[in-house]
């Protein structure tokens, strides 16, 4: 029979045991809630961070949102400002064609003018002053289509070996006439030897052309200009414009080359000008590899404008002539093909009294039916007409077998490097824009380009 133990017996903990086992525990559960507490610290930072993360997030997304929107809204507004320069050149282009066309007929009724057999000096005067408007209508209008072309960066540049006494010559005989007529006093001082500048004969000229007017335009009656030129360690060209004019205001001068810029005005606006002539100096001198600067004393005191140019060290190549010679006209038969009718007579005045036989059609259907009917030596066609244009007429003229093709001469009132190009590859031979330089067309009608092409006497 088991021995059964007596409870009374059984070992009992002492008080200490007791509270060791709790103080272990309390422990323990310390520790677990330490650990509780730093994985709730740690839960909180993640969650901060997380939070944080989720507003950078949030906010680069809405950056980019604005990114993309900048860059729509960026090509949007590069479309709309090139559509509307595109515009403008349009507008240009279109305004030039519209006022060259009455200048056209002006310019040849003053040329006619200074034929007219005993003309007395009052009416010799009177061409003049017409002559001369016309000229500086002219310039107004190529100074605009200037300016679209340079800020489009559309205008071209023939670079060839010039002369720098070319250039200055071609200058002066431009201004000379308005010099004379306001008695100023112009003094040209260059360089003995010859100056090679690598530029565009016609551009450069336009230059010093701007700022001979320039001088001549701020300067009195009577006042003294003086342009020299000097070559500064055999690298580059310095030439200077002097005037004794207005000067300009200190406030004026650091604009003085910015678009539209003008100096203080009276109210007869007796100066003229549209403010772009020195903006084209700056330009196309900046074109060239060049700088132009102004300085002046102050209001009163007079200007000085020079223009730095690299020297070309080019020492073959042909150069062009400092003068043109025109010809002797020849009796030639011509076809003119105008439909304004007043520039189609005082053109065919001013060739019959050249010695030339015309025949005149107003519209391109015409026009192409007289080339086709009868052998011309030279047609010289607008190419703005109606019912066939220029361009029309001399492909249709071209395209016909069996005939003689006269030497086609485009004239247009559009001035544009595209336009030029477009009248010679439709097969016109040369390209005269409104109003046109008689002399440089009586040149070309006796030239050897015509000539080799004169058609077998009927």
């Not at 969650?47 to 993360?53: D, K, Q, Y």
């Amino acid at each position: 029979m088991p021995i059964r133990a007596d409870a009374s017996q059984a070992p009992t903990p002492s008080n200490g045991d007791g509270m060791a086992g709790a103080d272990a525990e309390r422990t323990a559960l310390q520790a677990e809630v330490a650990a509780l507490r730093g994985e709730l610290a740690a839960l909180r930072a993640a969650a901060l961070e997380r939070f944080a993360l989720d507003e950078k997030i949030i906010q680069l997304r809405e950056a980019n949102q604005n990114l993309v929107l900048a860059a729509v809204n960026a090509q949007t507004l590069r479309d709309e400002a090139e559509a509307t320069n595109h515009r403008q050149n349009e507008f240009l282009a279109m305004l030039a064609h519209e006022l060259r066309n009455p200048l056209a007929p002006i310019s040849m009724a003053a040329v006619l003018l200074g034929r007219i057999p005993g003309a007395t000096p009052q009416l010799i005067d009177l061409q003049t002053t017409i002559s001369r408007q016309v000229t500086h209508l002219s310039r107004l209008l190529d100074d605009l289509l200037d300016v679209a072309r340079i800020s489009s960066g559309k205008i071209t540049m023939m670079l060839q070996p010039v002369l720098l006494s070319d250039v200055i010559e071609r200058a002066v005989e431009a201004q000379r006439p308005r010099l004379d007529e306001r008695r100023q006093v112009l003094s040209v001082a260059l360089p003995e030897e010859a100056i090679l500048i690598n530029g565009d004969l016609v551009r450069l000229a336009q230059v010093f052309t701007n700022l001979l007017l320039n001088a001549s335009k701020y300067s009195q009656d009577g006042g003294l200009i003086t342009l020299s030129a000097s070559v500064q360690a055999g690298e580059r060209v310095d030439i200077t414009i002097d005037d004794n004019g207005a000067g300009i205001a200190p406030d004026v001068l650091p604009s003085i080359f910015a678009l539209f810029t003008q100096g203080p005005r009276s109210l007869d606006r007796v100066e003229g000008g549209l403010g772009v002539g020195l903006n084209v100096v700056h330009n196309v001198v900046h074109l060239h590899g060049g700088k132009v600067s102004a300085s002046s004393p102050g209001l009163g005191e007079g200007s000085t404008f020079t223009v730095a140019l690299p020297i070309s060290k080019s020492l073959r190549a042909s150069l062009p002539g400092s003068a043109r010679q025109r010809p002797p006209a020849t009796g030639y038969r011509i076809l003119l093909v105008e439909d304004n009718v007043d520039a189609s007579n005082t053109l065919k005045d001013f060739l019959e009294l050249e010695g030339h036989t015309v025949s005149t059609a107003y519209d391109g259907t015409n026009g192409l039916a007289m080339a086709r009917c009868r052998a011309y030596d030279v047609m010289i066609c607008d190419i703005g007409l109606p019912g066939m244009n220029g361009f029309d007429l001399i492909q249709e003229l071209r395209a016909s077998t069996g005939i003689h093709i006269p030497f086609a001469i485009a004239l247009s009132g559009y001035g544009q490097p595209q336009d030029r190009a477009r009248a010679i590859m439709a097969g016109f031979g040369h390209y005269f824009v409104k109003p046109v330089d008689v002399d440089a067309l009586l040149a070309l009608i006796s030239s050897s380009a015509v000539s080799k092409l004169v058609a077998p006497s009927n």
